[in-house]
């Protein structure tokens, strides 16, 4: 096979984001199930009781991987009569389409862009996040004194004290919100600490107390932003980007190391600690 050139020109799983964005699974069983009256097939190999059968019989394993290959190549002319009708081939074809060394199109310029990130104005991100921390610890003392508890954990104020601060020692109208999960939980955030002041207003512990523990809840994010893990070695901010095929848009996380953060939400107050290049500033007229 050397010297042979190869080169993948289309991925399924892209293929089919493309035509249906807003579907969670984008597998290979998954569009075999919609588009094509293969029976399901893919668990056969994959069983545990299962396994050792399929590692002895060769041709039983040739069988299962043709069936892929052959259920692949069906969808294909689907997926690509399809992106066709709705006018999204030219899209995948310039930005989700494998090109040069087999990467979309448009990875190779956030590829760039995850691995320059942004000059940050060192001392002053040092001096900030200094500033935070030593305000963060006068309000927690006031916070503490308040309430008559501790409802200061380290350095981010405990949703479990709080709780019991809001809804047993003010026996406050329990407030909820669903959590990731989707469960319903009770609810101790900003939005509940606001909704309550407001419901509430001549309740003067909770408003004293209130007040400071959304200001320390505000230093707490400030000084996130500003940490020095949230920096480089080499003085510069990096996220990793990605291209969300949904809506089109660029997505920003931790990179595969986990350090970084996501720069493209960077607080607006704090966006001076993040400077152009040298060579790249624009000078007002």
């Known amino acids: 096979m050397e010297g042979i050139p190869f080169k993948i020109s289309w991925d399924l799983m892209k293929l089919h984001k493309c035509q249906r964005p807003w ?7 998954f569009q075999a199930s919609l588009d094509t009256r293969e029976p399901f097939w893919k668990h056969e190999a994959k069983m545990p009781d299962e396994i050792s059968r399929w590692a002895h019989n060769r041709d039983a394993l040739w069988r299962y991987n043709a069936t892929d290959n052959c259920v692949q190549r069906e969808l294909l002319d ?5 992106l066709l009708a709705a006018g999204r081939w030219e899209y995948y074809e310039e930005i ?17 862009l995850s691995l320059w990130g942004m000059r940050v104005d060192e001392a002053g991100r040092a001096a900030h996040y200094a500033k935070c921390r030593e305000e963060a610890i006068e309000i927690g003392r ?12 380290r350095t981010a104020v405990s949703t479990k ?12 109208p329990m ?3 669903k959590n990731a999960k989707k469960e319903k939980v009770v609810s101790t955030d900003v939005v509940t600490i606001k909704r309550l002041m407001d419901q509430f207003p001549t309740l003067e512990v909770l ?5 400071a523990v959304l200001r320390h809840r505000r230093l707490g994010v400030e000084a996130n932003f500003v940490k020095a893990s949230a920096v480089d070695a080499d003085g510069r901010a990096r996220g990793q980007f990605r291209q969300d095929t949904a809506l089109g848009r660029t997505s920003c996380s931790k990179t595969p190391k986990k350090t970084g953060r996501n720069i493209q939400n960077i ?19």
């Open 267 to 285: 607080d607006r107050q704090l966006r001076a600690y993040y400077l152009p290049d040298t060579g790249d500033e624009i000078v007002p007229t």
């Open 23 to 29: 579907s969670e699974w984008n597998d290979l069983a």
């Open 161 to 172: 004290q709080m709780k019991t601060f809001l809804y047993d020692v003010l026996r406050l």
């Open 175 to 177: 407030q909820y919100t």
């Open 96 to 112: 989700e389409a494998s090109q040069d060394g087999g990467r979309p199109g448009i990875d190779n310029e956030l590829l760039a």
């Open 78 to 82: 689907r997926r690509i009569e399809a």
């Open 142 to 153: 006031q916070i503490n004194e308040v309430a008559g508890m501790k409802l200061i954990a």
């Open 207 to 211: 408003q004293t107390a209130g007040n």
